[in-house]
């Protein structure tokens, strides 16, 4: 039996400049953490030549062009996974459409555990660039590529996405202090919406293919933001950071209607008046966690709970996608 397992992420500034509808012509920069919540992957070897899936729901085919979801169907085959013997089962800490890069996860934890199944050492940029071929290329989702290379590189990293589809990762280089500070003072609080990424993300991909001049201004604002924040962290300057989520969360929620709604307007307000310096929605929009950097941990943690808003306790990954059972 293999069991492999990949992190799950919080974006700190540049969420969207990761698409290739924006990065191909104006480069992106992202910062994104991968967080102790995992996505685990197991893969044992049938007896019969069939293949077992289980995830939400359980597939039994004998073929690989037979299985019905995507992700695993297209996983099989780029590892050229040939005469299928597999039961492959998929768990996480925290269901999908919550805004953390489960999709990203769930690809980079499943290949992982087929290159070890088939004993293929895999660097981990071609780990990472190979979820996104299947996520990108083949499906033609309208992602980006953080969640796969976030959840394969863990820690709190820097990401530069080039026009020629190349990626530069490099740590943010920030210092214990300011780390353990960040560590304990960001809360995640989920909002009760959950959402498919695609959903948000098409009008952005769709308007930025286009050049639509608001679109276009919006993205290079929030990429200017995360080269702040980036200055903020390393500087130890976590008041900064906290006020730059609150701009960059301003400006996020110009780029689509579904972005925000009314109670997660009502829930971010009381938030700033109890405790939190500053915040935004975690991944695309539309529903997922609130994020929060605190000033006050107590009263904020109180107001939320008195809103229902249950609360998500998390440390730093610093190991990404591995193989953890082999």
């Known amino acids: 039996m293999i069991i492999t397992r990949s992190p799950l992420r919080i974006t700190l500034g540049g969420g969207g400049t990761d698409l290739p509808s924006y990065y191909r012509n104006h480069t992106g ?79 980079t934890a499943l290949l992982k555990a087929l290159h070890a199944w088939k004993k293929n050492f895999i660097h981990p940029e071609e780990l990472a660039e190979q ?115 609150n701009v960059h969360w301003e400006h996020k929620k110009k780029r689509s209607n579904l972005m925000t709604n009314e109670n997660i307007e009502k829930w971010y307000q009381i938030a700033r008046r109890n405790g939190a310096l500053g915040g935004k929605l975690i991944g695309a929009g539309g529903g997922g966690f609130l994020m929060f950097y605190a000033k006050d941990k107590i009263a904020l943690r109180h107001a939320m709970k008195e809103i229902g808003l249950e609360e998500i306790r998390f440390k730093f990954d610093f190991e990404g996608t591995k193989v953890i059972i082999q």
């Not at 080039?162 to 304990?184: G, H, Q």
């Not at 009760?192 to 990424?197: D, F």
């Open 131 to 245: 979820a996104c071929k299947i996520e990108i290329d083949i499906l033609h989702e309208p992602i980006g590529k953080q969640d796969q290379y976030i959840a394969v590189y863990g820690g709190i990293s820097c990401f530069r996405y080039l026009p020629n589809d190349k990626v530069e990762a490099f740590p943010l280089r920030i210092d214990k202090e300011t780390l353990y500070n960040l560590e304990d003072n960001l809360l995640l609080f989920f909002t009760g919406y959950s959402r498919a990424a695609s959903d948000v993300l098409k009008e952005q991909d769709k308007k930025t293919r286009i050049n639509d001049d608001d679109m276009l201004k919006n993205l290079h604002f929030i990429k200017e933001i995360a080269i702040e924040s980036q200055k903020a962290l390393e500087n130890g300057d976590l008041n900064k950071f906290a006020e730059l989520m």
């Open 29 to 107: 920069f992202l910062i994104a953490a991968a967080i102790d919540k995992y996505v685990y992957i197991t893969l044992h070897e049938t007896f019969n030549q069939e293949l077992i899936i289980k995830y939400s729901k359980m597939e039994r085919v004998k073929k690989i062009e037979e299985v019905e979801h995507p992700l695993v169907r297209e996983a099989l085959k780029l590892v050229k996974i040939e005469v299928p013997h597999l039961e492959i089962t998929s768990m996480a800490d925290i269901p999908a459409g919550t805004g953390l890069g489960s999709s990203g996860s769930f690809v």
